[in-house]
């Protein structure tokens, strides 16, 4: 039973920095792309960034690039989003998500469907 459990949302202020987490359970593929992705009601879920589960495929979408870092912590199955320098249109709820196999750019631009499990989700709101 396959468990993604996000924490960390929150408000803050533009410029301000936020770090999301999500608690990993029951993967059992021995290759495992996890993503971050995020969603604004009346929009389409959109990629953020990827990382495999062997520390490579690390991707980010353009308008996240240099402001937020993915890292993983393999002992503890917590995979992590460091968002710095927020701006108010990075306002959304954001997910973790995993898939079998290793991530790809496609991931990143439009890899909602290929994503079997989703945690439930964690606001973040930027003012």
């Known amino acids: 039973h396959v468990q993604l459990v996000e924490s960390g949302g929150g408000s803050v202020q533009a410029g301000g920095s936020l770090t999301l987490s999500c608690a990993v359970a029951?993967?059992?593929?021995?290759?495992?792309?996890m993503a971050w992705f995020r969603q604004v009601p009346g929009k389409e879920r959109e990629g953020v960034a990827t990382?495999?589960?062997?520390?490579?495929?690390?991707y980010y979408a353009d308008y996240v690039k240099d402001r937020f870092t993915i890292s993983q912590d393999l002992v503890n199955h917590v995979l992590y989003l460091q968002m710095d320098s927020l701006k108010p249109e990075d306002t959304a709820v954001y997910y973790c998500?995993?898939?079998?196999?290793?991530?790809?750019?496609?991931?990143?631009?439009?890899?909602?469907?290929?994503?079997?499990?989703w945690g439930q989700g964690t606001q973040v709101t930027v003012s």
């Open positions: 998500a995993s898939r079998g196999g290793i991530c790809s750019t496609s991931d990143v631009s439009g890899g909602v469907p290929s994503f079997a499990y």
């Open positions: 029951g993967l059992s593929s021995s290759y495992n792309c």
């Open positions: 990382i495999d589960n062997n520390g490579g495929g690390i």
